[in-house]
Each structure stands twice: as structure tokens, then as C-alpha cells.
């Protein structure tokens, strides 16, 4: 699978991107950046999604917004109503656009924080995304007019309400092309095969870097190791399997890449301050 840059059209007469995105089979793997936000709700679809070095379960009604230049994809795994697709209904808007509106209206200034925390992807509690979702699916059958009123009417609600962050660290810094690229590589390549072991020469090779010069890049660009960040996205994968399946631990363990369950479990804790056995009771009291 190629990494790739997503390039947006504006609508005529209208400041924002829309996709109602229906599919019947799944929602694949599709790991990419662009460089507007990105306002994504999701209905009759489980599985996981991406977001920077996050994995995570999602479910109906989920609701996430994606920074500028955050790489991001969803991955699903089954729908609820089997009868139906699964839908992604998802708006873009440039970080100009968002900017210009806080700086020019000061009743707008309350969404320059949660504009800045989207660096790292937001989560919307099933709250905050319910009391927004009939607006939404309005987005896509009113006016430009009616539509540009009406995302910031959901904006402006969602500036209020609690957000969880998703990624450990914010996007990725405008790079040039050729490290862009490289980096794109290199994360794209740890997202499809963290699972298994991956070897650093393996890397370079992707990135078309010295091994120095591959730990340089990565380093600059995400602010961890490549050991590190390989970690973050195991656990990640480990958390959504532990609160949303029944799976055994060692199971667990097994299938995200670790050869000895005292070593998941000794990273585990390391990251999350629990044993996974004390993660997933969390769960089964809620």
C-alpha cells in the first residue's frame, strides 16, 4: 500500500469539503495526511481507527477530529445493522479558514483551544457527539450558507463539551517533500506490520536513509524512538482489544507482536500504570 497525500477540491461557493461516504464491504486501510482539519462521524460500523501512533476501538456515532497534517485511518471490522453500509460522513475545512474566523470573531475565540488540541486527534464523548449528530447529517442537504452556519454551530458546541486526546504527540511539522515522503514510508510501512518483529535495516531501506540518519529522521519528526513508537502502537492495540473483545490476554499478546506475555506485561503496565488483567476490569465495572 502507497502512502499518499490526500489533495481536497473545495465545493463551488462553499468554504468547506464533504464526503458521505457509504460502503457496504468495509472501510479499509487507507493511511494518509492532508492538511485541513478534519471532523469525521461514523455510524453503523465498529472496528479500529488510527490517529498518530493511537489505536483505538470505535463504535456508532463516533465522533473525532483530525488536525492538519495528524496521518489518520480507520479500519473496520464489523457493521451493526447488517442490512446497511457503513457510513463515514466527514467535513474538511483548511486551518486558514478555522484561523481567520477566531482571530476576525472573538465569540469564536473558545475554539482556538480545542483547534490547537486537535494536533493530537480528539475523541468526542457519545454525549457531546449525539447532541450534535442531527446538525450533522443536516450538513450534507442544506445550502452552503445553511452549511457554513451550521458547522460552526456544531464546532462552537463541541469547544464545550470534554475531549479526549488520541495521539501521544501532535502532527507531524511541515517537512520538505523528499522527508515527507520518507517519513510517510517508514509510518505507513510500522502501521501495516507492527505485529511482527521489524527490523531497523528494514526501515532504512524503506526510507532510503542510513540507519543514523533514519533514528534522526523519525526522532525529529514524531519525538520518539522508533522502539518507542512501535510500543505506543501495540498497547494502543492492546487497550481496544482488552475493553472491546473478549479475547485472552496471552491471546493478546501473541497477535500484537509480543513472543513472552511477561514482557507485554511488563510493558503494558510501564505505559498504562495497570496490568492489562486491571485495564480490562475497568471495563467490565463500567
Not at 523528499?178 to 531497523?200: F, G, M, P, Q, W
Request: hydrophobic fraction near 40%; proline fraction near 6%.
Amino acid at each position: 500500500m502507497r502512502p499518499y497525500l490526500e489533495k481536497l477540491t473545495l465545493e463551488p461557493d462553499s468554504s468547506l469539503s464533504r464526503l458521505n461516504r457509504r460502503l457496504d464491504d468495509a472501510i479499509p486501510f487507507q493511511w494518509h495526511h492532508h492538511p485541513e482539519f478534519e471532523l469525521t462521524l461514523t455510524l453503523n460500523s465498529r472496528g479500529q481507527r488510527f490517529i498518530g501512533d493511537h489505536v483505538g476501538e470505535y463504535d456508532d456515532g463516533d465522533l473525532v477530529l483530525v488536525g492538519p497534517n495528524l496521518p489518520h485511518t480507520w479500519f473496520s471490522r464489523e457493521k451493526i445493522g447488517a442490512g446497511e453500509p457503513h457510513i463515514a460522513l466527514v467535513i474538511w475545512f483548511h486551518p486558514d479558514w478555522a484561523q481567520q474566523m477566531v482571530h476576525d470573531f472573538i465569540e469564536f475565540r473558545p475554539l482556538s483551544t480545542m483547534l490547537a488540541r486537535a494536533s493530537r486527534g480528539l475523541q468526542f464523548t457519545p454525549t457531546a457527539a449525539a447532541s450534535v449528530r442531527n446538525m450533522f447529517e443536516g450538513l450534507f442537504s442544506c445550502s452552503p450558507a445553511e452549511r457554513l452556519l451550521t458547522l460552526l454551530t456544531v464546532l462552537n458546541r463541541l469547544s464545550t463539551d470534554a475531549s479526549q486526546p488520541l495521539a501521544s504527540t501532535p502532527a507531524l511539522q511541515d517537512a520538505p517533500g523528499e522527508n515527507r515522503d520518507r517519513i510517510d514510508r517508514v509510518l505507513t510501512h510500522i502501521h501495516t506490520n507492527y505485529a511482527r518483529s521489524i527490523k531497523l535495516p528494514e526501515l532504512a531501506d524503506i526510507a532510503a536513509l542510513s540507519l543514523s540518519g533514519l533514528h534522526r529522521l523519525f526522532l525529529r519528526h514524531t519525538g520518539k524512538t522508533i522502539s518507542d513508537y512501535v510500543t505506543h502502537i501495540r498497547i494502543g492495540d492492546a487497550c481496544a482489544r482488552l475493553s472491546g473483545t473478549p479475547q485472552p490476554i496471552s491471546y493478546i499478546a501473541d497477535v500484537i507482536g509480543y513472543a513472552s506475555l511477561a514482557n507485554f506485561n511488563r510493558q503494558f503496565r510501564s505505559l498504562k500504570g495497570m496490568t492489562p488483567r486491571e485495564y480490562r476490569n475497568l471495563f467490565r465495572t463500567q
